[in-house]
């Protein structure tokens, strides 16, 4: 069956039982002539939305802190460009979110070598 619908197009789905085949079949019926859009995800384009995003990819960093950083830096150049001890005076910045954060913006990547 795969390499038919590879060769023909189709989409096929794997399921473990007439209830889950059941229930695919039904979401496919509802959204047939619905556009994408109803069922993709919703993304954010304001600045804060993506400064909130990627501050708080960083572990340990919530919105609150992402609020704080925004406040008191003004931009996300500024945030990675702060020395640790102006993110600590942050309010709501201890010393384990400043390293953190000064790490994540200061390490250089590193290449993965083939061994």
């Not at 038919?4 to 794997?14: D, Q």
């Not at 085949?21 to 002539?33: G, K």
């Not at 939305?49 to 501050?55: D, E, I």
């Amino acid at each position: 069956f795969s390499k038919l619908s590879i060769i023909y197009e189709w989409v096929l789905i794997c399921v473990s039982n007439n209830k889950e085949a059941a229930r695919y079949l039904e979401s496919y019926r509802i959204y047939e002539n619905k556009s994408a859009d109803s069922i993709m995800q919703r993304v954010d384009e304001d600045y804060y939305s993506k400064l909130h995003g990627t501050l708080s990819s960083v572990r340990m960093v919530n919105k609150t802190d992402v609020k704080s950083l925004s406040m008191n830096f003004g931009s996300l150049k500024n945030v990675v460009l702060a020395q640790k001890e102006e993110l600590m005076r942050c309010p709501g910045i201890g010393d384990q979110k400043a390293i953190r954060l000064y790490d994540v913006f200061n390490t250089p990547i590193r290449k993965r070598t083939n061994s």
